[in-house]
């Protein structure tokens, strides 16, 4: 396994990113299924500690590193034991495969010292900026999901102030037209308030029918806000 599991999943969450549809009427944020995102970075944070053991396992080399030295170590001190009995000066003998042999220890401490430590920065960077990168994209994430729900409430409002607006433009026609009717012939009273009557239960329909669907769409949009945010306080949908 090697870093490149970290990488290809930081990939993977752009990739999904660069997918996602733009809001409409809108160049600037997208649109983002939530729980695809935490499955993504779930999957990232799975990735992680199998990285942080392959580190781990590095570190454990050192002891090999420790044995192969020793056994190098006590190689040199048997060959320089063979030399002795064929040397005259013995105590050179003996001096110069002990001086080789600390100096391969030496060695061989500091190559695992040096390797030891390598491995250490290496892991904590590379969980360090894994963590940071996760951290960005979902509160990226979440602000355009903040946003989208936000845009939706305003045009659900503008919907409510305009059919308002429209009910009471009704209400007035509805009104001038009869008191012209009431002007004018005193003996259609009955004809015309019956006719007035039909017009306005039939606006009144048209109208109940559309701010309906208004309170629908926007306690729909409320429902989902919930469901992308559970640990927010939940707002009672509009009855």
Not at 124 to 133: T, V
Not at 199 to 215: G, H, I, Y
């Amino acid at each position: 396994m090697s870093t490149n599991r970290i990488e290809s999943k930081i990939d993977e969450l752009e990739d999904f990113l660069e997918n996602c549809k733009y809001k409409p009427l809108s160049k600037d944020y997208i649109m983002v299924n939530r729980e695809r995102i935490d499955i993504l970075i779930e999957e990232l944070r799975d990735v992680i500690p199998d990285e942080v053991e392959r580190y781990q396992q590095v570190l454990e080399r050192k002891d090999e590193i420790y044995a192969e030295a020793r056994e190098k170590a006590a190689a040199l001190v048997q060959k320089a034991a063979e030399q002795m009995n064929r040397q005259i000066n013995e105590e050179e003998v003996m001096k110069q495969a002990y001086d080789q042999a600390q100096q391969m220890i030496q060695a061989a401490n500091q190559q695992a010292a040096d390797t030891e430590q390598r491995a250490s920065l290496q892991a904590n960077e590379i969980i360090q900026n894994a963590q940071a990168r996760a951290n960005d994209i979902v509160m990226s994430a979440q602000a355009q999901a903040n946003d989208i729900l936000s845009s939706a409430n305003e045009q659900v409002t503008d919907y409510n102030e305009r059919a308002q607006a429209y009910l009471d433009d009704v209400l007035g026609h509805l009104e001038s037209i009869l008191q012209s009717s009431v002007s004018e012939s005193q003996g259609s009273w009955q004809s015309i308030v019956q006719n007035a009557n039909t017009m306005f239960n039939n606006q009144l329909s048209v109208l109940s029918s559309a701010l309906q669907t208004v309170r629908t769409d926007r306690n729909a949009l409320q429902i989902q806000r919930q469901a992308q945010q559970p640990s927010q306080p939940q707002d009672q949908p509009e009855a």
